[in-house]
C-alpha cells in the first residue's frame, strides 16, 4: 500500500499554480503480489547405488594406491638388489653408517644439553630437597632431557655432583 500526497498552503498566485499541478501526484494504490521460487529449484530424490559407487571409487583407488606404494617400493628395491648386489651392499652399508652417526650425535647433542642446563639451573632445588625432604611434593623436578613431571620411576644420576634426574626412557 502506497501512498503519496503533497500539502501546498498559502493563497498566492504561485500556490494556486503548485496545487493545481503537484494535487495531480497525490495518489494512494493497494498492490497485492505473491511470489515463488519453487518452480526453480530442483526436485531432491535419492541417489542409486550406482551412483554412491561412481562417486566413492575414485577415493578408494586413491586410498589403494597409498597403501600400495610402499610396497612397490619395497619390491623395487628387491628386484635391484637382485640385479646389482654391490650396489645393495653399499646402499645397506651407508644407511647403517648414517644411523651410527645419527645415534652417536643425538647422544653428544643430549650430554651438550644437560650441561647447558646445569649451568643455567643450579641445584638449588635439590639441596633444598635434601635439606627438607617435605619440599618434595611443593617443587615438583622435571626430566633433565625431555622435561617430563616427576615420577616414582624417574632415576637420579649416582655421580654426588650431578644428581640429575632422568625419566625412565631417557636413562
Same mark, same amino acid.
Given at each position: ?27 494512494t ?16 530424490r ?20 597409498c597403501?600400495?606404494?610402499a ?14 648386489p654391490?650396489?645393495?651392499? &653399499? @646402499? ?5 653408517n648414517?644411523?651410527?652417526?645419527? $645415534?652417536? /650425535?643425538? *647422544? #653428544? =647433542?643430549?650430554? &651438550? @644439553? ?10 638449588? $632445588?635439590? /639441596?633444598? *630437597? #635434601? =635439606?627438607w ?5 611443593c ?13 616414582? =620411576? ?18
Open positions: 500500500s502506497h501512498h503519496l500526497s503533497v500539502h501546498v498552503s498559502g493563497t498566492s498566485l504561485m500556490a494556486q499554480l503548485l496545487r493545481s499541478t503537484i494535487g495531480a501526484l497525490n495518489t494504490s493497494d498492490s497485492q503480489m505473491e511470489t515463488s521460487n519453487l518452480a526453480c529449484l530442483p526436485q531432491p535419492a541417489m542409486k547405488m550406482e551412483q554412491y559407487m561412481r562417486s566413492s571409487l575414485p577415493l578408494v583407488v586413491l586410498v589403494l594406491f597403501l600400495v606404494q610396497y612397490t617400493y619395497r619390491l623395487r628395491r628387491v628386484i635391484a638388489a637382485f640385479y646389482f654391490k650396489q645393495e651392499k &653399499r @646402499r645397506v652399508l651407508y644407511l647403517y648414517k644411523l651410527l652417526r645419527q $645415534r652417536q /650425535s643425538f *647422544v #653428544q =647433542r643430549q650430554q &651438550r @644439553r644437560i650441561a647447558q642446563r646445569k649451568r643455567h639451573h643450579p641445584g638449588w $632445588r635439590t /639441596s633444598l *630437597v #635434601q =635439606r625432604p617435605w619440599l618434595r611434593r617443587l615438583r623436578q622435571k626430566c633433565i632431557v625431555c622435561e617430563t613431571p616427576e615420577t616414582p =620411576r624417574d632415576r637420579v644420576c649416582p655421580a654426588e655432583a650431578c644428581r640429575a634426574r632422568y625419566c625412565r626412557w631417557c636413562w
